[in-house]
């Protein structure tokens, strides 16, 4: 059995933490151990490392989350970058070409297909472990998760069951978002949530594929990838299939994706600089920034922090957040495998931007310095180097380095080191907020 | 008559935004037009102004605070800056040798002094203008305002009448802090709030020093400021007072010192970048942060950030705020008359610190560089002038200087400027987290 982990979504649903580069998946809120924390995509990987199936995992995620999943995950699992977002149908047929022309996976193995957001018990990845079995003796297409429900949500797929044999639940239909008086009917007929994990052998993928005369040669399909139907899986393969199987999960299984249900499951209910007087209830703090908060006699509240912004909610009211995000801020920070990259100032038409830069030992940033441009760099800590055309200059703890030139140049780093960068642009040419380094 | 306005205070009270560099007079938060905010000095100054006693005011503040009250009054009140902390009759004694030996002030001339806090209506300040008649034709020692009280706080001092006549009424004693029982019994007394304002004869407390063999002399006074007793003007002289009288005011007298009252004056919901869904209810938030701040759905709540910190307390609780302001935290930010000094980054042992300047046009900045400490500045706005030892250099828009050598140096701003200053220091000398340069 093959697993593809889909690491998807830009959610703005757990705003200020979460951004246009750094999705919820990636917030390290979880509780790990006495003492650490891990994150919702960390936790899938040691719940996939208690199975036995982290070394069988490739990870899909988007261009510009590919360095975060690595950073989070080490280097030793496989990530396929989607050169753009085009739903989970596109997601996981590129992963299904890779896994055929790259690793040369039969078209008889068994591929399962986890969604990276939910909340689960061990247990859940046993019951991924035993969907193999669904295709042992069967002529079953698709494997599912359906998950017995704890009550009639309306916010849900329901998988509605013809009959079920030995906790193997053969599916007869699917319903989308029942009203709940509908949803009750439902789970009066054994009806179970749609967990989101599809298991199908490779062969029955790459078919589909063939007859949209798409390639199955994985470099092919990258340069293709435009041309795969922008689609979920759900509507362009699980809709269609014919003979689908359900493996029933009993237990708890969650979306991790709002504020109130997020701190249900936060190992502490203070993350981050952060004192919340004791008179406090049901409040959670999580702040990413050095600014100390207090909070004081409030009650159902979460108050969480980032450069981004600052953000004070009644948990039963997070769900509304997506209406109150300011608009049109370009993220204040951006974490690489090589580093981090946080504005610390800047004016309100960027023309002055200060930024702090860590950049890990052996990685290099590679940059573009315009004609109406100047930057000065110090550094903090560290040693790195400055190669701007033939110029080749080390730089140290407590000394500058400052490109006024147009043209290219790169900072490798000596030894991990932190660096404050100030940029001045005069003229009109306007620059970019946030021009994101290329990082190699 | 004359005016002593007694800007005191370090209160502690409107953390985040107040601190032993800003105390909560000068926080502009208060309405003063449609579109114009003004500081609770700021008020009492317009106040003054308003009953032509602005040209006869003086005044008082701690040595620390005497750029912020010229920055937000203007130039042409005279401020005495108090050497050290030394409570209310120090401070009082110190205008008074000013007013009498520096401004020539007759013995005869009546003196009044205010405290800078209550918030009042403007018929207030009438009152404070009739004091000067309880001299004329009478033998008082001491003229106060009683405020009408509304309840039976016990948070109060209360004058207890002996008699009234006309309005005015004649003190027979005081009463500090009674319980509420007892308030009420007072009450029937016709008893009033004490105002926290004292009018006398110049010579009255000219005696009172003499009798302590202090000078009358303001420069020489000065020297020997550590020899006045540390002691409030109500223990050093009110209650030795013989014949007290008291002019009766009867409306608006607010405390504004803790978060739920001051935000009840607040002339909008929202100061500074911030966003409140319409759900919320009796909700205040004052940003001083650049970081935006987003509320929703909360009630009764305070949310005030500054580079100090970030608080989020329920209004009834925030008189509670003491006990959870974090300790130890030197102020982030520090607001002269000559510009402003504000860390933006800071690593734990403050070996490096990041810091923005503003400095105004004319305004020169000195500091001292030790041994083990480099200090990086770029211009990032405006042209300043670098003075090391016999080194002289100008520096404009987008340069960078560097201070790597023991001594004194000076920045003066040839035009209003911006600075990024960087700072590193090396060894096991500590430096504080907050060298404040001195500003000239």
Redo the contacts between chains.
């Keep these: 059995v093959r697993v593809v982990l889909l690491s998807g979504g830009s959610g703005k649903r757990l705003?200020p933490l979460s951004n246009d580069s750094r999705s919820k998946q990636f917030l390290k809120v979880l509780k790990k151990s006495e003492n650490e924390l891990e994150s919702m995509i960390q936790r899938v990987k040691r719940q996939l490392e208690n199975v036995n199936l982290i070394n069988s995992t490739v990870v899909t995620t988007s261009l510009n989350q590919v360095d975060m999943v690595k950073s989070q995950l080490g280097l030793d699992i496989p990530v396929i970058a989607e050169p753009s977002r085009r739903d989970t149908f596109a997601a996981i047929a590129l992963a299904s070409s890779y896994l055929y022309s790259v690793e040369k996976v039969s078209k008889d193995e068994v591929i399962t297909v986890l969604p990276v957001d939910p909340f689960v018990e061990d247990s859940f990845f046993n019951k991924v472990k035993e969907l193999e079995n669904l295709f042992s003796n069967t002529s079953t297409d698709l494997g599912l998760i359906g998950i017995k429900p704890t009550y009639p949500s309306s916010k849900y797929g329901y998988i509605v069951p013809s009959s079920e044999d030995n906790n193997v639940v053969s599916v007869e239909s699917f319903k989308e978002k029942p009203k709940e008086q509908e949803a009750e009917l439902l789970i009066q007929k054994n009806s179970l949530w749609n967990g989101g994990v599809f298991a199908f052998k490779l062969g029955y993928l790459l078919d589909i594929l063939t007859n949209y005369n798409l390639p199955l040669n994985y470099n092919q399909l990258l340069s293709d990838f435009e041309k795969i139907p922008k689609n979920s899986f759900d509507y362009e393969v699980v809709e269609r299939a014919r003979n689908i199987k359900a493996l029933s999960y009993k237990g708890s299984w969650k979306d991790l994706g709002t504020w109130n249900t997020l701190t249900e499951e936060m190992s502490t209910s203070v993350i981050g600089k952060a004192?919340l007087?004791e008179?406090s209830v049901n409040t959670h703090i999580v702040?990413e920034?050095?600014?100390?908060?207090?909070?004081?006699?409030?009650?159902d509240?979460v108050?969480a922090?980032s450069?981004?912004?600052?953000?004070?909610?009644?948990k039963?009211?997070?769900p509304?957040?997506k209406?109150?995000?300011?608009t049109s801020?370009q993220p204040?920070y951006i974490e690489r495998l090589s580093g981090e990259y946080r504005i610390?100032?800047?004016?309100s038409d960027s023309s002055?931007k200060?930024a702090?830069l860590s950049l890990y030992q052996g990685y290099k940033l590679e940059d573009f310095n315009e004609d109406n441009s100047?930057k000065?760099y110090?550094v903090?800590?560290g040693e790195v180097q400055f190669i701007e055309g033939q110029v080749n200059s080390f730089v140290r703890?407590?000394e500058?380095y400052?490109i006024?030139v147009r043209g290219h140049y790169s900072i490798t780093a000596i030894s991990d080191t932190?660096l404050?960068e100030?940029s001045?642009t005069?003229g009109n040419k306007e620059k970019p907020l946030l021009k994101i380094p290329s990082l190699t």
């Design positions: 705003w004192r007087s008179d702040n920034l050095d600014v100390p908060i207090t909070a004081i006699g409030v009650k509240i108050v922090a450069p981004d912004g600052i953000l004070v909610t009644d039963a009211k997070s509304r957040l209406e109150y995000i300011p801020e204040m610390i100032d800047s004016n002055n200060t702090k100047v000065n110090v903090l800590s703890r407590g500058s400052l006024s932190e404050i100030i001045l005069t």
